[in-house]
């Protein structure tokens, strides 16, 4: 069977996730039609940051998200609460519409990595920076 929406997905994962030169390295790992949820999709990305990187102030619109810390150490901070450090194994989860204040890699020495897991609606941009 032919998927026409696997062209469209690469193109919106690239669009929908691009970072501005010098900020964290997203690639999208794979993204998924949830067939008990229509019109919603599943999206997984692996983020890398560089010592001392950090991420924009950003929104995920109204996905829920999902982020495991794969290796290194990742601060995070959604608005209303404190910073926070996570470690490889540690996970957190963003509700719909959180904003996303800070995202940083915690060592100024050694790079760090994420999961990010988005359910989502399909095309939506999964994150939009502040301006």
Excluded at 15 to 24: D, F, R, V
Excluded at 62 to 75: E, H, I, M, S
Excluded at 107 to 121: C, K
Aim: net charge neutral; charged share 20%; with cysteine.
């Amino acid at each position: 069977m032919k998927r026409p929406w696997r062209l469209t997905t690469a193109v919106c994962l690239a669009a929908c996730l691009a970072a501005p030169a010098g900020a964290e390295t997203i690639q999208p790992v794979v993204q998924q039609g949830l067939s008990n949820a229509a019109g919603k999709s599943f999206t997984a990305a692996t983020v890398d940051f560089a010592p001392g990187e950090r991420a924009a102030p950003h929104r995920h619109g109204q996905a829920f998200v999902f982020a495991y810390v794969l290796a290194g150490a990742v601060r995070s901070q959604l608005e209303g609460q404190s910073a926070r450090v996570y470690r490889a194994g540690d996970s957190w989860s963003e509700p719909p519409g959180s904003h996303h204040l800070l995202t940083e890699n915690a060592s100024a020495t050694e790079p760090a990595r994420l999961l990010a897991i988005f359910v989502a609606d399909t095309g939506a941009a999964l994150k939009t920076d502040d301006r």
